[in-house]
T-cell receptor, first 115, second 112 residues
Framework: GENVEQHPSTLSVQEGDSAVIKCTYSDSASNYFPWYKQELGKGPQLIIDIRSNVGEKKDQRIAVTLNKTAKHFSLHITETQPEDSAVYFCAASILYTGANSKLTFGKGITLSVRP | DTEVTQTPKHLVMGMTNKKSLKCEQHMGHRAMYWYKQKAKKPPELMFVYSYEKLSINESVPSRFSPECPNSSLLNLHLHALQPEDSALYLC???????????FGSGTRLTVV
């Protein structure tokens, strides 16, 4: 099955700096790569996603890049703010027949933004 | 409506109790999921329903019994749970094509 590795496990940055979180996946059949932000006591919230036919996607301060050859994808957050502090999960999805699909998560990273 | 609603938000149950978790979505998504999340860990897939039929069961113990009454509802029936089953149980739904997953806020389950 799919295996998603996420590094590092914790990241601390100064407010205003950029943060980069990297993930690798193992199954070349994976074709959808979302990133989730999870705050304490809440469910994961989708912040950005990318499909395998796209190399980069940007939404305001957040961007995601995908390298299919190397099987890795990264989340870039610019101009970090204290409210960006949370646990971030990368994930990879394999599409099966019909609506079947399976989302596998990385272990998560705790991002702390120092004021 | 772009939400997945889960009830209850918190549940405490004894090991001999029977309880149910409920999940509802009105986004027209045809796939629905149950995930289990332990503290400081990623969500782990339990079940996948596709077009109201169980399509993936990740070798979950029979004390967890899923049910999909219709395309908008997903239940998880709990019976004879163990303390180690205490966790955050998340429901999610997705569009076809394996994308667009939306998660609910979860049910925090404590087994005593």
């Amino acid at each position: 099955g799919e295996n998603v590795e996420q590094h590092p496990s914790t990241l601390s940055v100064q407010e205003g700096d950029s943060a980069v979180i990297k993930c690798t996946y193992s199954d070349s059949a994976s074709n959808y790569f979302p990133w989730y932000k999870q705050e304490l006591g809440k469910g994961p919230q989708l912040i950005i996603d990318i499909r395998s036919n796209v190399g980069e996607k940007k939404d305001q301060r957040i961007a995601v890049t995908l390298n299919k050859t190397a099987k890795h994808f990264s989340l870039h957050i610019t101009e970090t703010q204290p409210e960006d502090s949370a646990v971030y999960f990368c994930a990879a999805s394999i599409l099966y027949t019909g609506a079947n699909s399976k989302l596998t998560f990385g272990k998560g990273i705790t991002l702390s933004v120092r004021p | 409506d772009t939400e997945v609603t889960q009830t209850p938000k918190h549940l405490v149950m004894g090991m001999t109790n029977k309880k149910s978790l409920k999940c509802e979505q009105h986004m027209g998504h045809r796939a629905m999921y149950w995930y289990k999340q332990k503290a400081k860990k990623p969500p782990e897939l339990m079940f996948v329903y596709s077009y109201e039929k169980l399509s993936i069961n990740e070798s979950v113990p029979s004390r967890f019994s899923p049910e999909c009454p219709n395309s908008s509802l997903l239940n998880l029936h709990l019976h004879a749970l163990q303390p180690e089953d205490s966790a955050l149980y998340l429901c999610a739904s997705s569009q076809g094509g394996g994308s667009g997953y939306t998660f609910g806020s979860g049910t925090r389950l404590t087994v005593v």
